[in-house]
């Protein structure tokens, strides 16, 4: 079993920054890969960025160039660095770990006002 905390959302104006964090505890010497999914009102569940234990990293076009993705030494912790805010980054921010079963945090709110 794997456990996975969030913090970091919040309100920012567009332009604006956050950063979000994500522990893990548990089994976690089994986690191959950790990231972050997003979900705004009325529409799916998106990834948004991962990377493995290996630094290897995936980024969603939306958010290239925006968005840096990193796991800490530890590789239990997974941070995602938001620049350059815009009102449509507003999502419910969830982590996830995969251990070859993908495990979810409650999730964090994130709100870009225009």
């Known amino acids: 079993q794997v456990q996975l905390v969030e913090s970091g959302g919040g309100l920012v104006p567009t332009g604006g920054s956050l950063r979000l964090s994500c522990d893990a505890s548990?089994?976690?010497?089994?986690?191959?890969?950790m990231g972050w999914y997003r979900q705004a009102p009325g529409k799916q569940r998106e990834l948004v960025a991962s990377?493995?234990?290996?630094?290897?990293?995936y980024y969603a076009d939306s958010v290239k160039g925006r968005f840096t993705i990193s796991r800490g030494s530890a590789k239990n912790t997974v941070n995602l660095q938001m620049n350059s805010l815009k009102p449509e980054d507003t999502a419910v921010y969830y982590c996830?770990?995969?251990?070859?079963?993908?495990?979810w945090g409650r999730g964090t709110q994130v709100t870009v006002s225009s």
């Open positions: 990377a493995t234990t290996g630094s290897n990293t």
């Open positions: 548990g089994t976690i010497f089994s986690i191959a890969t």
């Open positions: 996830y770990a995969n251990s070859g079963i993908k495990y």
